[in-house]
């Protein structure tokens, strides 16, 4: 299936390679300009960014930017990683080095040899491993677990972390002298929320991609959908806007996507935020009860008993604002609370989700 004509005000790309695509705007032309930069080096590179902001994207754009093109790009998420087995993914381990090692295992430095090893979350690493890592990065060598002999490696070494690292090795997490070993040159991605002119850009290549995966012709955004994109925070960055766009592709009849399909946080974001206090409002007269209110309750956070207690709180708010159209008085008069309390409750929830 060919891909739609997009209605958009946006730029076009300045690259689109396979599934990524690098538009035309502020943030992407510096992003790009320090990618063409290092990429022909064979400097280290730190990459940080807030979760799903786009990080292993660029790691993967540096490797096909690179001399490395062609050769092995492998990516490691050290946050998966458990303690006992972060050093056999890693490094590989011979057959009967440790209970259960039944068979040799070639880990991923090796099977990066030549290529680029991208080091998602490093900031995981146990300090035992860090210290391996290290010797790699020094000697440019590296042994399996329990294998006796040293094995040449020619990797490029990219790393990813959405604390920044010094402040890592400040609280002793992280270790001094691997951090100015990596730290040869480093790519701030700023959060989706700072980047509004890339959010319709992203997001018509994400309804493009999922037009494609789901055989639909989904062409456009209703104008209500583009203000909420824009105005909404994307806690989850790119991750987050192309699992909305997937649904709503989804859920949409039509060739426009409209605010109904999107979920019921994102489109009543705006309506949701009581982050101000309340300006003296106007008595209304709303019914006392809110026994008849059916929707299914969602649950959020039920952790801990606070978080349990906060989300079914929330609940029973959101279910009085839905039924009174958003308006905070009639919510609080509904629920028997004063407006104050209702908005400190709503800020209290938010920033525990925040947390
Ligand atoms: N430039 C881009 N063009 C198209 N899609 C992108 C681009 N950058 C990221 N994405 C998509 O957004 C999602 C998140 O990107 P990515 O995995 O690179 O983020 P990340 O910062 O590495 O996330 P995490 O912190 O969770 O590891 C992925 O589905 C990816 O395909
Ligand atoms: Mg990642």
């Given at each position: 299936m060919s891909a739609p004509a997009l209605s958009t005000g946006v730029k076009p790309p300045l690259v689109q390679s396979g599934e990524y695509i690098f538009g035309d705007t502020p943030t992407f032309r510096q992003i790009l300009q320090q990618i063409d930069l290092v990429a022909p080096t064979n400097y280290s590179v730190i990459i940080y960014g807030e979760s799903g902001s786009g990080k292993e994207a660029i790691a993967q754009e540096i490797h096909k930017r690179s001399k490395r093109k062609g050769k092995p790009f492998v990516a490691i998420d050290c946050g998966a990683l458990s303690k006992e087995l972060a050093g056999s993914?890693?490094?590989?381990?011979?057959?009967?080095?440790?209970?259960?090692?039944?068979?040799?295992?070639?880990?991923?430095?090796?099977?990066?040899?030549?290529?680029?090893?991208?080091?998602?979350?490093v900031a995981n690493l146990s300090y035992d491993i860090q210290v391996s890592l290290l010797r790699v990065v020094q000697e440019r060598k590296m042994r399996r677990v329990g294998g006796t002999k040293d094995i040449e490696l020619d990797v490029r070494i990219i790393i990813a972390s959405n604390e920044k690292l010094w402040d890592a090795t400040r609280k002793g997490k992280f270790r001094e002298d691997l951090y100015h070993r990596f730290n040869e040159f480093s790519i701030d991605v700023p959060p989706l929320r700072q980047r509004p002119d890339d959010i319709m850009l992203f997001a018509n290549h994400f309804l493009q991609q999922t037009n494609a995966e789901l055989g639909k012709y989904v062409t456009r955004y209703s104008a209500?959908?583009?203000?909420?994109?824009?105005?909404?925070?994307?806690?989850?960055?790119?991750?987050?806007?192309?699992?909305?766009?997937?649904?709503?592709?989804?859920?949409?009849?039509?060739?426009?996507?409209?605010?109904?399909?999107?979920?019921?946080?994102?489109?009543?974001?705006?309506?949701?935020?009581f982050d101000k206090q309340p300006e003296p409002a106007a008595v209304h007269t709303?019914?006392?009860?809110?026994?008849?209110?059916?929707?299914?309750?969602?649950?959020?956070?039920?952790?801990?008993?606070?978080?349990?207690?906060?989300?079914?709180?929330?609940?029973?708010?959101?279910?009085?604002?839905?039924?009174?159209?958003?308006?905070?008085?009639?919510?609080?008069?509904?629920?028997?609370?004063?407006?104050?309390?209702?908005?400190?409750?709503?800020?209290?929830y938010q920033e525990f989700n925040n947390q």
């Open positions: 993914e890693l490094f590989g381990h011979e057959k009967g080095s440790f209970t259960g090692a039944l068979n040799q295992k070639i880990g991923s430095f090796e099977l990066a040899n030549s290529g680029t090893i991208f080091l998602d979350e209500e959908v583009e203000s909420i994109f824009k105005s909404y925070v994307w806690y989850g960055n790119l991750r987050e806007l192309k699992n909305v766009i997937k649904r709503a592709t989804l859920l949409t009849d039509g060739e426009q996507v409209e605010a109904s399909s999107l979920p019921f946080e994102i489109s009543h974001f705006n309506k949701l935020q709303v019914p006392n009860t809110i026994d008849d209110l059916t929707e299914t309750p969602r649950t959020i956070s039920e952790t801990t008993l606070k978080g349990a207690s906060i989300d079914a709180e929330y609940e029973m708010i959101l279910r009085a604002l839905k039924k009174v159209n958003f308006n905070k008085s009639k919510a609080a008069k509904l629920l028997n609370i004063d407006r104050k309390t209702l908005y400190n409750k709503m800020k209290q």
